[in-house]
């Protein structure tokens, strides 16, 4: 495992140094060319649900399996380590503003992927559509805030139900990849 690692870290280090120019042309994705992607890599990191891994798996527990689960097998395997550390972060936990359990929300959030919705909006949470997708704007980190501190009507714990980081330090694009330009 330690190697699978090691590689991984070296391949990470090798697309950031040939990734990265000194000139302002953004558009330039010709150092990908020379980046070496044969050999064995190990899944390090599950992002579908950002900082589930570090809120519900505690310290001292195996978050590096957690991350390389299949999904298949997360909710089985998680859903009572992640009830257990939701009770312990909010003992008056009875349900979220989804109507949700503490077993039916911890049962959603131990399956770390995203849905997605074919039709219709892409959102992880506007009131209204719930986990349809992830658009980049939703702000993710206080959806799931308020879906484990602001109880049955979202109003509960007005203090810990939000990060107020409320939009991108740069306005989003309105072509593809969307994405704003690297500062």
Known sequence: MKTNKFKIITLALVCAITTV?????????????????????????QMARPAINTVFIASGQPKDDFNAAIPSAMGAKYQSIFQSRLLALNPAFTT???????????GLL???????????????????????????????????????????NGAANPGLTSDHVDANDKAFTTSFPYLAAAW
Do not use: H, P
């Open 96 to 106: 979220n503003a989804l109507g949700q359990t503490a077993a039916q929300f911890t």
């Open 21 to 45: 120019s000194c000139n302002d042309d953004d558009n330039n994705n010709d150092s990908m060319a020379s980046a070496d992607f044969s050999g064995t890599y190990v899944q390090q990191d």
């Open 110 to 152: 131990a399956t770390d992927v995203l849905n997605v919705k074919t039709s219709g909006k892409t959102t992880f949470f506007d009131g209204t559509n719930v986990l349809t997708g992830r658009a980049l704007a939703d702000d993710v980190i206080d959806v799931e805030l308020l879906l484990i501190f602001g109880g049955t």
